[in-house]
């Protein structure tokens, strides 16, 4: 299949911004773990994460069937019927009357599931101190903390820390060893902050929106370049990175046209929405042999303030769609893999950044609660209910549940890491999930790791262990290569690639290497006559048995010097400030200021003219202080100025 027909068989995804991050079905296996006779096909295993993007409403999702009248009388106008065709499902009648939860009418796909062994529920997941803001909150999940003080501000995610510490020098190196990606983002163009490992480094793929032949179109609005400078702010930072972010994708372009070209969906019949596309893709990716190891989905919508129920049919409405979508789509997900032969290699589970409070508003919904319930599906789950119902009549004030949380969402995911996935202790401490204990009986025990099935870090066969590799613009016009190694072992050289796709590469120029070192080491060259436009570079390690490694790509921009003579007076500015150049093109252009925090506030057209141009701004109305003056042009390169406006 061809890259257009990839795209076409993606195509609903995209109706939200894709972006991106034959072989062995065993890429993780080491002959040492396939001695184990039962460890086989524990290094094929992928966990299917999908946030619940706005906080899910638990306590319509789960009833709490003990305590009916309670629920009643909490939500008069949106509480679901007890009884009838259209009233709550009981899941299951074996559970003590105490745990004993009726299902939203939508959620007869997670029953069946249920009855078939491959879900479970796990009651009032959370954490201590619990946040209600959309933005924090989610952070807090993604990134493996809490509302305490110190585990509020962590800048780094749970995916990318494990990645880090299970795969060591692997995420963003294709490898004969390593050819897919570790984790795959879908459904956010932003890339997610649980990918980002200890160093912030970007450990996912995004698949949100995009398509393997344009890796560069993540930003919307700016084209499908790199651009070479960006304003010197947090914006301007934010910006830089997500621009790396991109340069890390094309090694894995082609791999996963492959892998999806290689795979195939059975005949199950998936819900006609983007988070079923999302899962169907997920599915043929696995089918085609792609040794991801955690896919995070989103399916947005769960704010839901007002109209979360239909007034006169309270099991309709928004959020009952919401909840046939989840689980019917997992459903079928679920099916499909069965169907493909592949149902054991796959757990899914949901989550959600807080719940919503027991009582209603004034406006048909529910506002921002505390705890809420999650979900987990596949054959290699034990179906069942954790914990118990949360008492509706120990309420705050405000509505919202103060018998804190049952269960705390690190220990789910650290159940997951280490007993479906097989992370070692070294792998959970560096995950920074060693302080919690494991959710008990989340997997079934016919598909528990064993201990001796735990696998350690499972670094890259490399000769180096590299330590930073940059590529930047120096004297306007080159570009300086500079890498350094905290080892080397039976190194033979470096070969430092250039491209100017990020694709092709050609050899640039070969660095001999240390052979054996254990110290840093430091090599440097420049680029003399680097590509138009964005030139791609990487380091091809080569040892002595001419086993290789790459490093990750890294990109610099240079643009022909078209402007001379450029000048910002007067400087400090009172009334108005002067821009003066000669250009050696016509151009159109903004003439743009800013504030340091990198919000522009104020700009004008321009056109530049070939030759000596003048253009004036009036900076009489702004408060006195230091600012950052920008000519902004797709056809001209120029500096940004700093400008001082006194009063």
């Keep these: 299949m061809k890259r257009r027909n990839f795209i076409k068989n993606i195509g609903q995804l995209s109706a939200a911004p894709l972006v991106f991050n034959g072989l062995s079905l065993n890429p993780f296996a080491t002959p040492s773990m396939l001695s184990l006779l039962n460890c086989e096909g524990i290094g094929d295993r992928a966990l299917v994460v999908i946030f619940l993007k706005g906080g899910n409403d638990g306590i319509n999702t789960i009833v709490p069937i003990n305590q009916f009248d309670t629920y009643v009388a909490n939500r008069p106008d949106i509480a679901l019927p007890e009884t009838g065709i259209n009233g709550v499902i009981p899941l299951d009648s074996t559970l003590p009357i105490e745990d004993q939860v009726g299902l939203h009418p939508s959620m007869t796909a997670f029953k069946d599931m249920y009855d078939n062994g491959k879900a479970r529920l796990v009651q009032s997941v959370g954490y201590p101190s619990p946040n209600q803001s959309h933005f924090k909150s989610t952070d807090l999940w993604l990134t493996g903390g809490d509302g305490t003080s110190a585990n509020f501000n962590l800048d780094s995610g749970w995916i990318g820390r494990y990645i880090e510490a299970a795969f060591p020098g692997v995420a963003g190196n294709s490898t004969t060893q390593f050819p897919d990606p570790l984790g795959i983002q879908f459904g956010d163009s932003k890339p997610s902050l649980s990918f980002h490992d200890h160093s912030q480094n970007y450990t996912g793929v995004n698949l949100s929106g995009q398509n393997p032949a344009n890796l560069f179109g993540l930003l919307n609005g700016l084209g499908t370049a790199p651009h070479s400078d960006v304003i010197n702010s947090e914006y301007g930072a934010e910006l830089q990175y997500i621009m790396s972010v991109e340069n890390s994708l094309n090694a894995y372009g082609q791999r996963i046209t492959d892998v999806y070209d290689n795979g195939n969906n059975s005949s199950t019949t998936y819900p006609d929405s983007y988070l079923s596309y999302q899962l169907k893709t997920v599915a043929r990716l696995i089918k085609g042999g792609s040794g991801t190891k955690i896919f995070m989905i989103h399916k947005s919508g769960f704010d839901t303030h007002a109209g979360q129920v239909e007034a006169d049919d309270t099991h309709t409405g928004h959020h009952a769609d919401l909840l046939a979508d989840i689980f019917d789509s997992i459903k079928a997900f679920n099916d499909d893999l069965g169907v493909l032969g592949i149902e054991d290699r796959v757990v899914t589970g949901t989550f959600s950044e807080f719940g919503r409070r027991a009582t209603q508003n004034g406006s048909l919904g529910t506002d921002h609660g505390t705890t809420a319930p999650l979900f987990l599906f596949g054959s290699g789950i034990n179906a069942g209910v954790s914990g118990t119902n949360p008492d509706l009549s120990n309420l705050t004030s405000n509505g919202n549940l103060i018998d804190g949380h049952q269960t705390d969402y690190r220990s789910v995911f650290k159940t997951l890491l280490q007993d479906w996935l097989a992370a070692d202790a070294t792998v959970i401490t560096n995950a920074d999930f060693d302080a919690h204990t494991k959710a008990p009986d989340l997997i079934d025990p016919s598909a528990l790791a064993d201990p001796s099935c735990y696998i350690p870090p499972q670094a890259i066969s490399v000769p180096i262990e590299l330590r930073e590799f940059t590529a930047k613009v120096v004297d306007e016009n080159k570009v300086q290569v500079e890498w350094s190694t905290l080892s080397e072992i039976n190194h033979d050289f470096f070969d430092v690639e250039r491209s100017a796709d990020g694709i092709e590469f050609e050899l640039f120029e070969t660095v001999n290497g240390r052979g054996e070192s254990t110290s840093l080491r430091t090599y440097s060259l420049i680029d003399e006559e680097p590509l138009e436009g964005t030139s791609f570079y990487r380091l091809k390690s080569v040892d002595f048995t001419e086993e290789f490694s790459y490093s990750p790509i890294r990109s610099v921009r240079i643009k022909e010097k078209v402007v001379s003579h450029y000048k910002v007076y007067p400087n400090p500015a009172v009334f108005d400030t002067n821009v003066v150049l000669t250009s050696k ?58 400008l001082i406006i006194g009063s």
């Design 585 to 642: 093109v016509s151009a159109d252009a903004e003439l743009q200021l800013f504030a340091l925090d990198g919000k522009m506030i104020a700009s004008q057209s321009l056109r530049v003219k070939e030759g000596f141009n003048k253009f004036s701004m009036d900076v009489s109305n702004f408060t006195a202080g230091n600012y950052l003056l920008k000519v902004q042009s797709a056809d001209l390169d120029l500096p940004v100025s700093k």
